[in-house]
């Protein structure tokens, strides 16, 4: 069957740090990859989209790879901020049906 | 100002009882979408549609229904059928074109007592 999974349910980590979440997804040959980030009672915010001939996306302080032989995407958040606090979620969209991890719950202490 | 809209943000209702969430968007997107989520849970996909008087099943939609009447709604019916219904809902629209993001609605949490 088809699986989307973020291997960390929870990752805490120092301010100034990177941190790095792990999408990993079986049954699948996705075009491209997204990552959203969710606060508390809110909606997914879309983040970036990383296509399948490109490695390495860049926006700011978040970088993304993509590797469709590993069935695998990082996404990386450098010099870390409290305010980047938040669950990240990866999501696949396949002929219009997009499903998503069941995220990763970042914590950026002080 | 474009966006999508659910209304509303809080609902209660009584057990055996159906329930309509609203969906609308101004963002003249051809896709929506409706998930649920649980606490500390990821999104769960109820129905999607594509097109206008058109929709799809995700993993979990028994016991809830939807209609696409208009390309700007997305209504969805919670019924009495729905075994666990309290949930955070949320919306979602996009452009038809793979490569596109989704917006996603402020999300209405639906109590059932």
């Known amino acids: 069957s088809q699986k989307i999974e973020q291997n960390s349910e929870a990752l805490n980590i120092q301010e100034g740090k990177t941190a790095t979440l792990t999408c990993n997804y079986t049954?699948?040959?996705?075009?491209?990859l997204q990552w959203y980030r969710q606060d508390p009672g809110r909606g997914p915010v879309f983040l970036l989209l990383i296509r399948e001939n490109e490695k390495e996306k860049r926006k700011e302080r978040l970088k993304v790879t993509f590797d469709t032989t590993l069935k695998q995407s990082l996404f990386h958040i450098t010099a870390s901020q409290p305010a980047d606090s938040a669950t990240y979620l990866c999501?696949?969209?396949?002929?219009?049906?997009?499903?998503f991890g069941a995220g990763t719950r970042l914590t950026v202490k002080p | 100002d474009g966006g999508i809209t659910q209304s509303p943000k809080y609902l209660f209702r009584k057990e055996g009882q159906n329930v309509t969430l609203s969906c609308e968007q101004n963002l003249n997107h051809d896709a929506m979408y409706w998930y649920r989520q649980d606490p500390g849970q990821g999104l769960r996909l109820i129905y999607y549609?594509?097109?206008?008087?058109?929709?799809q099943k995700g993993d979990i939609a028994e016991g809830y229904s939807v209609s696409r009447e208009k390309k700007e709604s997305f209504p969805l019916t919670v019924t009495s059928a729905q075994k666990n219904p309290t949930a955070f809902y949320l919306c979602?629209?996009?452009?038809?074109?793979?490569?596109?993001?989704?917006?996603f609605g402020q999300g209405t949490r639906l109590t059932v007592v």
């Open positions: 979602a629209s996009k452009q038809g074109e793979w490569n596109t993001e989704a917006f």
């Open positions: 999501a696949l969209d396949i002929s219009g049906d997009m499903r």
């Open positions: 549609s594509q097109i206008v008087n058109d929709f």
């Open positions: 049954n699948y040959s996705p075009a491209y």
